[in-house]
C-alpha cells in the first residue's frame, strides 16, 4: 500500500504564513509528478501547484507569488510554503503524487502498477 500523510494546517490570521508537509510511504518504486490541490466549503477541489520530478512547478494563478512548492525525492517528501494568507485561501488542503508501486509476490515474480495516490488533507482556515 501507498499512504501521503500531510501535516501542517490550522487558524492564523490574514497576511500569515504556513508551510505545509506530505510524506509519502509504502511499497514505492518510483515518484513522478506531485502537487497539492484545495477544497474549500461548498466549492470543486482545485489544483493549487504541481512539482515535476525534474523540479519543474506550476502554480494557480493565485498563489502565484505567495507559494512555493518543494520536494525532496529521496526523502519522498513535499512541502508548500504559503505566504500572505487570506481567507480565500481557506480550504481541505491534499497532497497528491502520481506513483509506481512495486510488489513482488510469494513466487518471486515483480509487478510494477501506476497508483495516483491521494492524502487525507490538512485544515487551513484564516480569520482575523
Known sequence: QVQLVESGGGLVQPGASL???????GNIYSIHDMGWHRQAPG????LVATISSDGSTKYV?????RFTISRDTAEKTMSLQMNSLQPEDTAVYYCNADVLTITTSQEGGTTIAALDAWGQGTLVSIES
Open 19 to 25: 508551510t505545509l508537509s506530505c510524506i509519502v510511504s
Open 43 to 46: 466549492k470543486q477541489r482545485e
Open 61 to 65: 494563478e493565485s498563489a502565484k507569488g
